[in-house]
């Protein structure tokens, strides 16, 4: 009997320390495509309702997500959280928002809106929530500004695809026979967009000037510019307002196709940041995979981070492009695109041009 208990004894310390050690090998390091969960903070909501109007940064946030998921990488759907009517100007309901994500142990929370980078930094800073600083958890913020450690950045540069839709433009105005296209800012501080675009419809109509206007209010300036005479409306900001009162003027979106089923509709320079979306995914997935120095020896990646750098895509990356025309294009605007297209990917178009001077064929009403 007492041998047996001896037996019984030895059995059960060695399930336990079994256990032990199981239990060791499975730290918050071993993140994997099925366990991986990632965050997401949004100004808006992921369904259209009758009273909601989308904005820009929600819809570039979905539409990357929506689109990372048709790849077919092995994310799925169910590793996401999203939070969602998250004001960027209301600091305290951001970081309610990302104290949230975190304690759900998400390993990635994806910021849509610049306007929540204070809250990050002071939840970063600040947290009680373990030290955040030195956690594993990566806050990728559009816009935003890179620490150097759990904090990142990520945009794109879109006056390629807005020289596109330029070109696009300029291409109706021709065949229209009004050489007249306004162009509402969002400010006037850089014009770099604005340029690009008037460049984009001056190489297809020489004619063609651009009646620009810094915007107070969407609806008064769009009907002040089609009583000035423009026949296409393009702008620098994403806006309904501008599709519901265009009058008979024709008009380009800008970093989303949402309006195309608008029967005004040319086309829209759009972002795509979802392969950004799965590349990041995908570091904080394999950083802690293990690695061997030269003697052969594990090396310890308990205390790593991933390593994920400010990103800032262009049009060649792929981070942005034109969407698909609409109906309103006029006649040989596709081939017109993408004979320019293939100049800017083989960098025979130069997209340099000034932030603070008007091109010739600008007018500029501040």
């Known amino acids: 009997m007492k041998t047996f208990k001896k037996v019984l004894a030895l059995v059960l310390v060695a399930m336990l320390c079994f256990a032990l050690a199981s239990c060791s090998m499975v730290d918050d390091t071993d993140i994997t495509k099925d366990n991986i969960k990632i965050g997401v903070i949004v100004p808006g909501q992921r369904e259209d309702a009758d009273d909601y109007v989308p904005d820009l940064s929600t819809l570039q946030c979905l539409s990357a997500i929506d689109d990372l998921l048709s790849f077919n990488a092995g994310i799925n759907k169910d590793r ?41 930094n002071k939840y970063v800073a600040t947290s009680s929530d373990g030290d955040a600083q030195n956690s594993k958890v990566q806050y990728i913020v559009f816009n935003g500004e890179d620490n150097g450690k759990n904090i990142h950045s990520y945009t794109a540069n879109i006056s390629g695809a807005v020289y596109l839709s330029g070109v696009a433009a300029g291409l109706k105005a021709k065949e229209l026979k009004v050489p007249k296209i306004g162009y509402l800012l969002q400010s006037a501080d850089s014009l770099a967009l604005l ?25 008064a300036d769009c009907h002040t510019l089609v009583a000035n005479g423009n026949v296409v409306i393009a702008s620098d900001f ?112 130069s997209q340099k041009v000034s932030v603070a001077v008007p091109v010739a064929g600008v007018t500029l009403a501040k």
């Open 80 to 120: 996401f959280r999203y939070i969602e009517n998250v004001d960027p100007s209301d600091e305290q309901a951001a970081y309610n928002a990302i104290h949230s994500l975190t304690n759900q142990e998400c390993s990635i929370v994806f910021l849509a809106d610049p306007g929540y980078m204070t809250a990050v």
């Open 238 to 349: 994403y806006s309904q307002e501008i599709a519901d009162n265009r009058e008979d003027a024709f008009f380009c979106g800008f970093g989303s196709d949402k309006l195309a089923d608008n029967e005004g509709f040319i086309c829209a320079p759009r972002y795509d940041f979802a392969q950004y979306y799965l590349n990041t995914i995908n570091e904080v997935i394999d950083y802690d995979n293990v690695e061997y120095d030269e003697n052969g020896k594990e090396i310890d990646k308990s205390n790593a981070l991933p390593e994920i750098p400010a990103y800032n895509g262009d049009y060649k990356g792929g981070a942005t492009y034109l969407s698909r025309l609409g109906t309103a294009a006029a006649p040989g605007t596709q081939e017109a695109v993408d004979s320019t297209e293939s100049m800017i990917l083989n960098g025979t178009l």
């Open 195 to 219: 340029n690009a675009f008037a460049l984009g419809a001056e190489s297809v109509y020489s004619e063609v000037k651009i009646d620009a206007r810094v915007c107070k209010d969407v609806k």
